[in-house]
């Protein structure tokens, strides 16, 4: 086995960008290629690539001891590298133990600096240990790029941390420099990739989902990403730039301009009060590492198997594109733009003629329910997650149970199944399979704690928690804000049996 100090071995687990072999394995053995974890909190800015949980309240972290555990089991399940994301990373109390370990594990490792500094030594160690370090810089100009990352001062901090890194790494080829494509630098991402590119660096732009909501007024206009169209005439160009000027060939595709995106099928991200999410943009929790280890996780995750599979469980146009088995355009994106994280990608220029065919969660399911008025027992399908889904109902006099202005316990029961019909019609729109085929066998366990009455707003939780063979178990639970009105189960049959819960 290769040690932690051989540069040619390291290089390799650095690589960011596995072969389709490599990935195929990975995903046929349950596995990873690659862990991105938060180790660190806010660190006072305002960037928009930083996480939602980041953003709000200190949350609690995981302990050394438990983020200790994590990296090993990552490498159990056959991670090669690791990284660093947003947040105070540089701040985390046990840094140098953690390197320590990354090195112990035999990681490659990759660090996303954002904007900010390097202190000489760690800068250093870094590049001695042939980390990958990723450094925003989001336009030529200075003002440009303090605007998109809404950190006054932090272009001159970006570039001198760039002239540091490549005086102690004369190859430099451990250096990526990411921008985040959007309205405001649109016409500086060209001249960018440019000098990128002459510096010998590597180019990581991208097509971002829209960023933190907490943008003032006046930059969220600036902030906003490019549409189809515009997005394809700066790949299409940036391409071209790179053969004529560079040498490098490339068919443009989403969300990266010559690279492709392939994440969501070996890799995960782990928040910093461990949260398991597709990845660190995509904020749809699979799972929680303070309850179960990493593998349990990602083996009970429906997420985790649909986007591994995204060939046969993406919907939407997207089914139709030859690139497909090579491309998912951006899942964060698509889930921002959406609410669900199997759409097809909005923002491909490909499907912008075929906007109609994309999906869009609240979902009215007056069209896409077999019940119809006044037997349909909820309005819409609101969101849908890992196992999980939400519908929403406003009770009307028109309901049948809903007699002498309280609704009848029954009535709790028919919401809870076909909230679960809601969230499997939904999982069929846009794939052309015709739906499920599938009914109530039973219910039990109903409890009711309070009355619904006419013109109250419900909102019914229903949770995919058990398959036996064909039969799974649905568990519910109806709100009226955030009061517990009903819960109870129900039983279901699948005539091609219940997804894996
Ligand atoms: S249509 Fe979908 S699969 Fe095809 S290039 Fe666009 S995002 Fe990729």
């Not at 990935?23 to 349950?30: E, L, N, Q, W, Y």
């Not at 420099?177 to 180019?203: F, K, M, Q, T």
Request: contains cysteine; glycine residues 8%.
């Amino acid at each position: 086995m290769d040690g932690p100090s051989d540069p040619a071995a390291r290089d390799a687990r650095t690589a960011l960008w596995p072969a389709t072999p490599e990935i195929d394995d990975a995903v046929a053995r349950g596995g990873i290629l690659a862990l991105e974890v938060e180790i660190g909190l806010s660190c006072g800015g305002a960037c928009e690539y930083c996480r939602p949980e980041l953003a709000g309240p200190t949350p609690e972290r995981l302990s050394h001891r438990d983020l200790e555990r994590v990296l090993a089991e990552a490498r159990a399940l056959g991670a090669r590298q690791v990284s660093f994301v947003e947040g105070d990373w540089l701040g985390y109390p046990h840094l140098a133990e953690l390197l320590a370990e990354v090195d112990r594990l035999q990681l490659g490792l990759e660090v996303r600096l954002g904007s900010r500094a390097l202190e000489h030594e760690l800068a250093e160690r870094l590049v001695a240990s042939r980390a990958r370090i990723v450094v925003d810089v989001h336009g030529v100009r200075d003002e440009t790029h303090d605007r998109v990352a809404r950190h006054p001062g932090s272009a001159g901090r970006a570039r001198r941390t760039i002239e540091e890194l490549r005086r102690r790494d004369p190859g430099h080829s451990s250096i990526a420099v990411r921008a985040r494509i959007c309205r405001a630098n649109r016409d500086e991402i060209e001249p960018l990739w440019r000098w990128v590119r002459s510096l010998g660096l590597e180019p990581w732009f991208e097509n971002a989902p829209p960023g933190r909501d907490d943008a003032p007024p006046e930059l969220d206009d600036a902030l906003a990403g490019l549409d189809a169209r515009a997005l394809e005439g700066l790949f299409r160009r940036l391409a071209e730039v790179d053969r004529a000027e560079f040498g490098h060939e490339w068919d443009p595709q989403p969300p990266w301009p010559g690279l492709r995106d392939l994440r969501h099928r070996y890799a995960c991200a782990v928040s910093v009060s461990g949260v398991v999410r597709p990845a660190g943009l995509l904020p749809l929790p699979m799972g929680d590492l303070r309850e179960h280890g990493l593998d349990h996780v990602l083996r009970e995750s429906e997420v985790m198997e649909n986007l591994r599979a995204h060939a046969t469980s993406l919907k939407g146009p997207c089914r139709d594109c030859e690139k497909l088995p090579t491309c998912a355009g951006s899942r964060a994106v698509a889930f921002a733009l959406t609410g669900d994280y199997l759409a097809s990608d909005p923002t491909c220029w490909r499907n912008a003629d075929r906007a109609s065919e994309i999906a869009r969660l609240p979902l009215a399911l007056s069209e896409h329910l077999p019940q119809k008025a006044p037997m349909r027992f909820v309005d819409a399908l609101d969101s849908v997650g890992d196992r999980v889904g939400e519908c929403s109902v406003t009770i009307r006099d028109d309901l049948p149970m809903a007699g002498a202005n309280v609704v009848d316990d029954v009535a709790y029961l028919e919401m809870i199944a076909q909230s679960m019909a809601a969230l499997e019609v939904f999982a069929h729109l846009g794939t052309g399979d015709g739906g499920f085929g599938g009914f109530l066998v039973g219910a039990e366990d109903l409890e009711v704690f309070a009355p619904a009455r006419l013109g109250d707003r419900l909102r019914i939780r229903v949770r995919k928690d058990v398959r036996i063979g064909k039969y799974g178990i649905v568990s519910g639970t109806v709100l009226r804000d955030e009061s517990v009105l009903a819960r109870g189960n129900i039983k279901i049959w699948r005539e091609s049996g219940v997804p894996e819960p």
